[in-house]
């Protein structure tokens, strides 16, 4: 069975109503990045950080899935599939997908903010006094500006072994996320769907990429009509 990866981004959700954090002025909902996605940030201010987290936590019980993401579960009755997700919702999950890989965290857990691998699933408000079973104070599991990408070797090593390589809905200006395409073997099909795409150095040097210049709804329809 041939292997595929997946790499989304925000526009893969933005079609389902959540908005990506981070406009064209570099604030996240109206906040500085800094403020609310960096250690210095929680440190300064966690009953803010916690705050933020816990509103986005609740919108995602008003989202659904969308055509993008039940399109690319399909993909799975031919292919083992791996999506690796720069997104920290939860839809490729709702929608089905039975394999993904989460590079930025999850909003729907929340960790330690002494023992990282203690990681505990989490739908309700985290507030300040909410601890680890060893007594320290949980925080979003939301990989933050200067912090480790836990996953990204793995990723790197799903891209490593895939056949085809699928690029949704992300600027590819994002690192380190950005350079896991760089991992395709020699001799892989990339497609990359994206109505405004950005081609990085990665995908400058690739002579075997297909770009459809859609939306994550159409654009992944018009992939399954080529692959399966």
Known sequence: MKKIAVLSGAGMSAES???TFRDAGGLWEG???MEVASPQGFEKNPELVLDFYNQRRKQLFEVKPNAG???LVQLEEKFNTTIITQNV??????????NVLHLH???RKVRSTQFPELIYDWDKDCSLGDQCEKGF???PHIVWFGEEVPELMRGAAEVNQSDYVIIIGTSMNVYPAAGLVGFAPEGS????IDPNPQINYELSRMSNLEVISEKATVGVQMLLDKLL
């Open 17 to 19: 109503g959540i908005k």
């Open 31 to 33: 906040h500085d990045v």
């Open 69 to 71: 993401h039940l399109g």
């Open 89 to 98: 919702d939860d839809l490729h999950e709702r929608a089905g997908s039975s």
């Open 105 to 107: 965290g999850q909003l």
């Open 137 to 139: 104070q949980l925080r």
């Open 189 to 192: 099909k990339i497609f990359y």
